[in-house]
């Protein structure tokens, strides 16, 4: 029984460290949304800028996955410790 207690306090621990993780991404993701939505992409300046926006774009797909990610092991932790 106190192997099931320490397992199941591990897994939570586990949820908790995820939720947080998503929740992050998710409130940089929301501002990144919201820059990328203000910036002028036809604007022609320094290369540096053009090539910021592409990596903008490639990190909210990071972001959007890595929070798929989390609230996925969330929902695998859940899942084992409704099994213990």
């Known amino acids: 029984m106190?192997?099931?207690?320490k397992l199941e306090k591990a897994y939570q621990q586990?949820?908790?460290?995820?939720?947080?993780?998503a929740e992050q991404n998710g409130e940089s993701l929301?501002?990144?949304t919201?820059?990328?939505s203000e910036l002028d992409r036809d604007l022609?300046?320094?290369?540096?800028y053009a090539k910021d926006?592409?990596?903008?774009?490639s990190l909210k797909i990071i972001y959007e996955t890595s929070?798929?990610?989390f609230e996925g092991q969330v929902d695998k932790?859940?899942?084992l410790i409704s099994e213990l």
């Open 14 to 21: 586990m949820i908790d460290w995820n939720l947080y993780r």
């Open 30 to 32: 929301t501002k990144l």
């Open 44 to 48: 022609e300046g320094d290369e540096t």
């Open 77 to 79: 932790y859940r899942q």
């Open 34 to 36: 919201k820059i990328l």
């Open 2 to 5: 106190a192997k099931t207690n």
């Open 67 to 69: 929070i798929r990610n």
């Open 53 to 57: 926006i592409v990596d903008l774009d």
